[in-house]
């Protein structure tokens, strides 16, 4: 029996559950010739390997692909881009990396900057919060003072009105409100509390610190400054806790009263001490601090007198204009030093030689008060900064003598 002849270009059909080895046939995969190889066929698409009626069956049978020949003869497309790899040149990495580098320093750069500029502006509004916070709070608290004050409360109303120093001294109408408060504490009679059953403790006998404390009051009601301040240290030898509260008021209303006082008559040094005593008290209101300032100001013009003149007439030229008759411990007002001062400075400008720069300070010296001293020493000045030009002498005019022209003698003839 003849053997059957099989189709060598037959291709038995792949099943999905075949997995065994497959020997690549140079036919159709010229470059895995003789190479086996595991396949695995996903299910519902297995299929022959070849079709006999496909057109790539047909060349292929016809004209077999020679991959070597193929690849010597044919040149690479100009046109066309290179499929083989390109070697990376020197100078491309560093150019590259560079321009990573820059980059990650300018993330850095920005995130920073960006953090920093956050930060400031959340201290800001950290700032401004809390500006707003102590603004509410101590509006909050004035206005309740201004309550306690109108309902009798006086001791409320200055504990709220201490807080707001405390928070914001610059608070408009805070110190002059304490200042009223601490006054009509200091004035208001409070009433005695007596015990509703005696206690065995022994009790201070109130007697006489009442009677000072009352006597004090119509002293300060009086303006008697020096007999209160008396009558109210007798009180705080006798008992210190003695109604403290209205002590202290009394206290500040007569030292500070006293010590404007002693600045209107000069003593000027008392006076500053007098305030700054009172302050230790309460917070001084507006026209305490300013006499204090200004007694300060008018002191150190005076220290400054016969050392530096023009330090001395600037500070004086201030008070002669705004406080004339401010005066110190020497009886001269502040007008009369600026006077004296000017006349002092023209003489010293005189002795330097300096005639003319003393002419203005003789001229500001009379502008307040004139006298002959003075006069003349502006004469004087006046005439050395701008000494008078010598009168020129008329000079004679010469006496021209006639000349007497002979006349012609009658008896000689004249000839022709």
Not at 282 to 298: C, F, H, N, R
Request: hydrophobic share 35%.
């Amino acid at each position: 029996m003849a053997k059957k002849k099989t189709n060598v270009n037959t291709t038995p059909e792949i099943k999905p559950e075949d997995t065994s080895p497959v020997v690549v046939d140079p036919l159709y995969d010229p470059l895995h010739e003789g190479k086996t190889m595991q396949v695995r066929i996903a299910p519902g698409t297995t299929r022959p390997l070849h079709d006999k009626k496909t057109a790539l069956y047909n060349i292929q049978r016809d004209e077999p692909i020679d991959l070597e020949k193929d690849l010597a003869t044919s040149p690479p497309d100009d046109d066309g881009p290179s499929t083989q790899p390109l070697k990376a040149g020197k100078s491309g990495k560093p150019g590259r990396w560079r321009w990573i580098l820059l980059g990650i320093l300018l993330m850095f750069i920005g995130a920073g900057a960006g953090g920093w500029i956050g930060y400031n502006s959340a201290v800001k509004a950290r700032v401004a919060e809390q500006k707003n916070k102590v603004a509410l709070v101590a509006t909050t608290q004035f206005q309740l003072a201004l309550v306690d004050q109108a309902n009798g409360n006086l001791d409320m109303a200055r504990k709220r009105l201490e807080y707001i120093v405390q928070l914001n001294p610059q608070f408009p109408g805070v110190t002059e409100k304490l200042t009223e408060v601490m006054m009509a504490q200091a004035v208001k009679v409070t009433p005695t509390v007596v015990a509703a059953e005696p206690t065995p403790v022994p009790t201070k006998d109130t007697r006489n610190t009442e009677e000072l404390f009352v006597q004090a009051r119509q002293q300060a009601a009086n303006k008697e400054w020096n007999a209160a301040l008396t009558t109210l240290d007798n009180l705080r030898q006798i008992d210190r806790s003695y109604r403290a509260v209205q002590t202290d008021g009394l206290y500040y209303i007569a030292l500070r009263n006293r010590g404007i006082n002693r600045i209107n008559s000069g003593m000027l040094e008392q006076g500053i001490y007098d305030i700054t005593m009172a302050s230790q008290f309460g917070p001084l209101d507006k026209e305490a601090v300013s006499y204090t300032q200004t007694a300060s100001y008018y002191l150190s013009g005076v220290a400054a007198w016969a050392v530096d003149w023009p330090k001395v007439l600037e500070f004086f030229s201030q008070f002669y204009a705004t406080a004339p008759g401010l005066r110190d411990a020497s009886g001269m007002t502040a007008a009369e030093r600026y006077r004296k001062g000017s006349i002092l400075y023209g003489d010293e400008l005189v002795a330097k030689g300096d005639p003319c720069s003393a002419v203005q300070q003789y001229q500001n010296a009379l502008a307040l008060s004139t006298d002959d001293v003075t006069q003349s020493k502006l004469n004087e000045a006046t005439n050395q900064c701008t000494p008078p030009t010598e009168e020129v002498q008329p000079t004679e005019a010469p006496v021209v003598e006639p000349t007497m022209t002979p006349s012609p003698d009658p008896s000689v003839p004249v000839s022709s």
